[in-house]
């Protein structure tokens, strides 16, 4: 009787172990899937950022093109494009311009590319020309602010610092996106000057700053590219 008692206090003993062994096998487990679980988690919203880092900067790339190829539209400077492998191309026209930036954009989105490259002006024959055109208009030409009953500099309708002469290309490209009082870049704020930052129509005068003045527009608006022509 005593022989049976203890094996039977063994056995229970034994069925203990064995319960509690399995239990901690089932929570390891558990407790592993659960890590794996997490981290494929955070894995997605790793790939998940990535995939809204790399559309950002696309769309980044994409209007940086763009502002490019209007600032070399009235500049009449080179517009390149260096790829990340160093290859450089060039632009006839808009059409070529969103293709490239539609294919760079699209390798890059796939992660296909590492970086998306960049867009540089080179000065042209008659940049320089151009330059001075834009400099002597933003120093002259006014607008009329209906509200205030008076006429404005173009820097300060738009919301621009004080007009200083830009010396070369470069120093255009950096005032360009340079940001306004409402922070926007100045090439956005520049784009289309009308009443008052809008479209609207509105008088426009060159200030020779002598007490004479020229009538530029009586009613209309200026366009960007306006800027550095002769008006």
């Known amino acids: 009787m005593v022989i049976y008692l203890t094996k039977m206090h063994e056995e229970i003993n034994l069925d203990k172990k064995d319960k509690t062994i399995r239990l901690f096998i089932f929570l390891a487990i558990c407790t592993l899937v659960c890590i794996i679980a997490y981290s494929i988690y955070r894995y997605k919203i790793y790939l998940q950022n990535i995939i809204y880092m790399r559309n950002k900067d696309s ?97 300060e309708s738009e919301g621009l610092e004080k007009f200083k002469k830009i010396r070369n290309l470069d120093e255009l490209c950096i005032y360009m996106y340079k940001k306004s009082e409402f922070d926007v870049l100045y090439i956005d704020e520049l784009n289309i000057i009308g009443h008052d930052r809008t479209s609207q129509f509105t008088k426009f005068i060159y200030d020779y700053g002598n007490g004479k003045e020229k009538v530029i527009k009586e009613y209309g608006k200026i366009s960007f590219r306006n800027l550095f022509e002769v008006l």
């Open 59 to 155: 769309v980044e790339f994409f209007y940086d093109g763009l502002r490019k190829y209007e600032l070399q539209q009235a500049v009449e400077a080179k517009l390149e494009y260096i790829a990340s492998d160093g290859r450089v191309f060039y632009f006839d026209n808009e059409t070529m311009l969103v293709d490239k930036c539609n294919e760079v954009m699209d390798k890059y989105i796939r992660g296909e590319l590492k970086k998306l490259g960049q867009f540089k002006l080179v000065e042209g024959e008659n940049t320089a020309r151009r330059i001075e055109i834009f400099n002597d208009n933003m120093a002259h030409l006014k607008v009329w602010n209906e509200p205030e009953k008076r006429y404005k500099a173009i820097s």
